[in-house]
Nanobody
Framework: QVQLLESGGGLVQAGGSLRLSCAAS????????MAWYRQAPGKQRELVAS???????NYADSVKGRFTISTDNAKNTAYLQMNSLKPEDTGVYYC?????????WGQGTQVTVSS
């Protein structure tokens, strides 16, 4: 079973930056896939970015050019670097992976961007 623990959220002004971290209990190299989702109040959870370990990345149109997903396999950690933050980026950000056909989620970390 994989456990995921997010950190790095907080309150930031528009135009600022944050870096989220997701520490995994198992080797993320073995999962081959990591993703970040977010959920704004009253809205459905949406995919923000995903990465195939050692391969390609994918971003939601709303964050392209501003967010970067990456991994440090030695630390079993995934990151989401968020630059040029906007108030509409506000929400709870969740780390996700799929391992042996089952989806795993972290507890979430709150990101609030003030205008």
């Amino acid at each position: 079973q994989v456990q995921l623990l997010e950190s790095g959220g907080g309150l930031v002004q528009a135009g600022g930056s944050l870096r989220l971290s997701c520490a995994a209990s198992e080797s993320i190299f073995s999962t081959r896939f990591m993703a970040w989702y977010r959920q704004a109040p009253g809205k459905q959870r949406e995919l923000v970015a995903s990465i195939i370990i050692g391969g390609s990345t994918n971003y939601a149109d709303s964050v392209k050019g501003r967010f970067t997903i990456s991994t440090d396999n030695a630390k079993n950690t995934a990151y989401l670097q968020m630059n040029s933050l906007k108030p509409e980026d506000t929400g709870v950000y969740y780390c996700n992976t799929i391992y042996v056909g089952k989806a795993y989620w972290g507890q979430g970390t709150q990101v609030t961007v003030s205008s």
